[in-house]
């Protein structure tokens, strides 16, 4: 099968960049009456935080699901370096209750942030993805943004960013391409706010827009409620949500794929 290939122009890249620090520009004035005039301390150190989730549905249709994820994270007042992964594997049934493998998917991210306790901040990072649902033998990509923390208490904390990001997937043989080269967009939110000594919400979406075309993108977003049970140890409820535009013209059943699951954090 011929392999296509997209190169972006110099030319584009340009273009692309500029509309970064137009965005910082914009925004910051109306956002910054929003920052609280003093800041927190703040948390310095490594932080590990590990995750177990799953999920079961039995009767008419059976169908499991379980997924995991571990984080580690160096800050200091010049650098934060933080590396996540995830795993997730499910199974159903089908008509003739005969089981199959429904999802198996990786997800790797690595990020570095320069001066990650402003209220701005420059940063890197690189994300690797690997999905059988979604027809994705591998991708990877990696670019540089800027980061814009508008709330910061000692509960609540608040930031959006916009990077450009140089993208490379490889797909299964039966998709129309075998690989693919791109520029994207990827705009960024965050939010998490300590509801009590015992409750913590927090929400995170993703928007990748392919940068010459918009109607190509990925939406991901993580929204989760954790109850502390002990001093490292939290019960979690997580809804994960992603999107790809592009996903059943390669074969896939759906282009969303979402998870309702329930777990245990342990943090240290």
């Given amino acids: 099968m011929a392999l296509r290939r997209r190169h972006p122009r110099v030319s584009l890249l340009a273009s692309l960049i500029s509309p970064v620090s137009l965005l910082a520009t914009l925004i910051s004035p109306a956002l910054i009456s929003a920052v609280p005039a003093s800041a927190p301390a703040q948390t310095v150190g490594w932080e590990i935080e590990n995750?177990?989730?799953?999920?079961?549905?039995?009767?008419?249709?059976?169908?499991?699901?379980?997924?995991?994820?571990?984080?580690?994270?160096?800050?200091?007042s010049t650098f934060e370096l933080k590396g996540n992964v995830r795993f997730s594997y499910g199974e159903s049934s089908d008509e003739d209750d005969d089981s199959f493998v429904s999802k198996r998917a990786w997800l790797g991210t690595l990020s570095y942030d320069h001066?990650?306790?402003?209220?701005?901040?420059?940063?890197?990072?690189?994300?690797?993805?690997t999905s059988l649902e979604k027809r994705i033998d591998f991708r990877f990509d990696l670019g540089i943004g800027e980061k814009l923390?508008?709330?910061?208490?000692?509960?609540?904390?608040?930031?959006?960013?916009?990077?450009?990001?140089?993208e490379r997937t490889w797909f299964p043989p039966s998709a129309t391409d075998e690989t693919q080269s791109l520029l994207r967009w990827s705009a960024r939110g965050r939010y998490r706010r300590q509801m009590s000594d015992r409750v913590r919400v927090s929400h995170e979406t993703f928007y990748r827009p392919v940068a010459n075309d918009f109607d190509r993108f990925t939406l991901s977003s993580n929204t989760s409620v954790a109850i502390r049970l002990a001093r490292f140890a939290h019960l979690n409820?997580?809804?994960?949500?992603?999107?790809?535009?592009?996903?059943?013209?390669?074969?896939?059943?759906?282009?969303?794929?979402?998870?309702?699951?329930?777990?245990?954090?342990?943090?240290?």
């Fill in 149 to 166: 923390t508008f709330v910061r208490t000692e509960t609540t904390r608040a930031d959006i960013s916009l990077a450009l990001l140089g």
């Fill in 115 to 129: 001066h990650p306790f402003g209220r701005y901040s420059t940063f890197l990072i690189s994300t690797f993805e």
């Fill in 51 to 76: 995750e177990i989730s799953g999920s079961f549905f039995f009767g008419n249709t059976r169908q499991t699901l379980f997924t995991t994820r571990s984080s580690v994270a160096r800050a200091d």
């Fill in 237 to 268: 409820f997580s809804f994960l949500d992603s999107y790809d535009s592009e996903a059943r013209s390669r074969g896939a059943r759906s282009n969303n794929d979402g998870q309702l699951v329930v777990g245990v954090i342990t943090s240290f």
